[in-house]
């Protein structure tokens, strides 16, 4: 507020014309003292005009005139903006205040319950939802502004993917899965079964594998919004291996080209660098020992030839491939030449 112009005679009056043509509240001429006026500054930046008076003493004597300077403060012109508008839950939003004037005070409402104080850089984080935004900036001098941005923020719900498939236990003889979906919240389901078939896009698929023994990781992509916000969930498949194989009880060595050797024949679950087959006779002695699936007995015993008619005992020793266990298995054969 202009406190009013005096001089050195009493009574004197005064003349005032503001020389810088702006109007800043109090017009561009005046009889008296400047009134007090509601400023007007509109530009952001301080504005300073000045006033030329020039006083009248009562016996109509016109003094020299005097200039003066006012100042109009600015009220700061207040904006800020987000390097993010829109994400996934928790999302992490840094504002910067990009008033006219950024001021010495501010003041900032998120939307969601917290505020902040600072006019440098701001950080907030979101959860799920719509937030209006606000910063109120006090200058140096005390001017003020404000400004609101409505439905600013928006932050969509993250998905949280997960599932479970059946049977838990599966092995070469039935490979199909069934899996189940436990995300939530989502729409779009995105599988990898961990082989070499394409992508599956749908909610409960069941798949089935290679029948051989192998480890599968598996993969659920679940998101929302178009895909905007994600979430991967990953499960191992075990498919394990069978002990298969049989064991022929009766050979004929009698050199027809039909039946001439006795070996257990394996179809799959056993290990054959873990593997031993021992013949013994009725007597308990060793007649034939052999460490490879692929070589079987036929029929003879060291230098003596082909063994007697009979029945023999056989042992086969062998580890699994599913883990580290052994068997062992025992039966007749019977020679016949």
Partial sequence: MFQGFSADIAGSTFDWVNTSETDVGFGLSGTGNIPIFLAQNGTGNDI???????????????????????????????SFAADV????????????????ITGQNCVWDFGNGFTALGCGLVTNTYNAGVYTVSLSVTTADGCFGSATVNNYITVFETPEAAFTFSPQILD?????????NLSSPA????????????????????????????????????????????????????????????????????HDEFNEGFHPVFT????????????????????????????????TYSN????????????????????DKRHTYRGHVTVLK
């Fill in 48 to 78: 300073s005009v000045t006033v030329s008076v020039t006083p009248t003493s009562p016996n109509g004597c016109v003094g020299l005139p005097e200039t003066f300077v006012i100042t109009v403060h600015a009220n700061p012109i207040v």
């Fill in 85 to 100: 508008v829109t994400g996934c839950d928790p999302l992490v939003v840094n504002f910067t205040n990009t008033s006219t």
């Fill in 172 to 180: 070469i003889g039935d490979t199909e899965v069934d899996f189940t």
């Fill in 187 to 254: 729409d779009l389901y995105e599988w990898d079964f961990g082989d070499t078939t394409p992508t599956v896009f749908q909610i409960n698929p069941t798949h089935i594998y290679p029948e051989v023994p192998n480890e599968y990781l598996v993969t659920l992509i679940a998101s929302n919004n178009n895909g905007l916000c994600a979430d991967t969930a990953q499960q191992l498949v075990i498919i394990q291996d069978v002990i298969i194989f049989y064991v022929p009880n009766v050979f004929t060595p009698d």
């Fill in 268 to 299: 799959s679950g056993y290990d054959p660098f873990d593997y031993h087959l021992t013949i013994f006779n009725r007597w308990g002695e060793i007649v034939f020992e052999s460490y490879n699936a692929a070589i079987g007995w036929d029929g």
């Fill in 304 to 323: 003596q030839g082909l063994v007697q008619d009979g029945v023999y005992v056989w042992q086969i020793e062998f580890k699994e491939t599913m883990s």
